[in-house]
C-alpha cells in the first residue's frame, strides 16, 4: 500500500511503527498538502466470528481535523 500512495499520490513515508509484542505495523505517509494517513496492518486482522478465511479489511478508524 505504501509503494501505491508514493507512486501514484506523491506520499512521503515515515518511519514504519513495529509493536514487537503484537505484530502489528504502522506507516504514517505525508502529502504535499499536508493532510497524512496512517496506513496500518496487523496479524489479529480477520475473520470478526474467529473463523477461518481470508483476512479482513477496511477502516479501522478515520479522523478528520480542521484548523
Known amino acids: ?14 518511519h514504519m ?3 514487537e509484542l503484537t505484530g502489528f505495523q504502522s506507516y504514517f505517509l505525508t ?6 494517513l ?11 466470528l474467529g473463523q477461518p478465511g481470508p ?3 477496511g ?3 478515520l479522523a478528520f481535523s480542521l484548523g
Open 17 to 19: 511503527y513495529t509493536n
Open 1 to 14: 500500500m505504501r509503494s501505491f500512495y508514493e507512486t501514484w499520490f506523491g506520499a512521503f513515508p515515515g
Open 38 to 48: 496512517e496506513i496500518m496492518k496487523s496479524p489479529a486482522t480477520g475473520d470478526p
Open 31 to 36: 502529502f504535499s498538502s499536508g493532510a497524512r
Open 55 to 57: 483476512a479482513t479489511a
Open 59 to 61: 477502516y479501522a478508524h
